[in-house]
C-alpha cells in the first residue's frame, strides 16, 4: 500500500456548542459541532427551542410588505364564435 494513499489521521478534541468535549480520532484537526448527546433533546429527554418564531409568522413577517400585482381584466368570448358540431351522415353498407 502506498503510504501518501490515506489521510492524515489524528487524536483530536471534538468541542460543541454547549461545552461538552469528547475525546475523538479524526482527520481534522479541529472538531467543532453544534450539538452532541449531552444537548440533544433525544438523549436528554428536554426540547430546547432553538427557534422561537414559527413559520407562519416568518412568512407574514417576510411578506408583510409585498403589495399584489393588479389583476388583468378577463376577455369575455363572444357567443357569435361558438362553434356547433356537425354530425356526418353514417357511410352506406
Do not use: W
Not at 433525544?42 to 400585482?69: I, M, S, W
Not at 381584466?73 to 352506406?92: D, F, H, M, N
Amino acid at each position: 500500500m502506498k503510504p501518501e494513499g490515506h489521510p492524515k489521521y489524528y487524536k483530536t478534541k471534538a468541542i460543541c456548542a454547549c461545552g461538552a468535549t469528547y475525546d475523538i480520532g479524526s482527520t481534522n484537526e479541529n472538531v467543532h459541532v453544534d450539538i452532541c448527546s449531552a444537548c440533544h433533546p433525544l438523549f436528554t429527554g428536554k426540547q430546547k427551542l432553538l427557534d422561537t418564531e414559527g413559520r407562519v409568522q416568518k412568512f407574514k413577517k417576510k411578506y408583510a410588505n409585498v403589495v399584489p400585482r393588479a389583476k388583468k381584466p378577463v376577455k369575455k368570448k363572444s357567443a357569435a364564435r361558438k362553434t356547433t358540431l356537425v354530425k356526418k351522415p353514417a357511410a352506406k353498407k
